[in-house]
């Protein structure tokens, strides 16, 4: 079995208040247009990208209409965004691995941006694969059991049949694994079964890292914060355990 995904804490955009939905939907919105660009293609069956992106909306309660625009946007002839995919290491206060995915315009804004943020909150950025060694990538589904009511020995059979590699029984929530190239399969067949808290591929820590002093815990939860806050900024992923 996998490590504990720790998943609510890795990722802070998580079940982020209505203030924050619509800065979500923008960012993978982005997500979608580079999805749609680089994959040739608007249909996710010919896209696997595409795929993938479409399940994180999904999950995030993305309308469908907002889904269907981003797409024909991407696909518009007018359409000039030219984002692209870059990813920063380093670690935060007390050796703390971080992971910032990144899409953006412009490659020398977002990398002085992330350096400053790293060096403002007691951490610092690092070569390329300083930090990435020590992550697993793999497609991580989070499935909604607030109420109880779903039989961990039925979602684990569904969850494994449809090709999940790891299920977690976890307060709340089922947590599913998967190799990130069976992601999408995943996604299909238990989607329409099961309701989903989160469903993106994710950067999963080997270990973790207890922050004990009170002022270095202040200063990662604010560097994450702004972090989030940052348009460029889509994902971070971090070993910080709590």
Known sequence: MS???????????????????AQAFTKIAREMIVAVKEGGSGD???????????????AANMPNDNIKRTIEKALGSGNTDNYESVTYEGYGPCGVAVIV????????????????????????MGASGCVSWSFDKK???IINNEDGDLEEDTVMEDALEAGADDFIPEEGVYEVYTDPDSFNDVCAALEGKYSFLSAQIEMVPQNYIALTDPEDIKKFEKMLDLMDDNDDIQNVWHNRDE
Do not use: C
């Open 101 to 124: 995915e990144a899409m953006t315009d412009n490659r020398n804004r977002t990398a002085s941006e992330v350096r400053h943020l790293f060096d403002k909150y007691g951490g610092n």
């Open 3 to 21: 490590g504990h995904s720790k998943w609510h804490n890795i990722q802070k955009t998580k079940g982020a208040a209505d203030a924050k939905r």
């Open 139 to 141: 497609g991580v589904i």
């Open 44 to 58: 996710p069956a010919n896209n696997s990208r595409l795929a993938t992106v479409i399940a994180k909306a999904k």
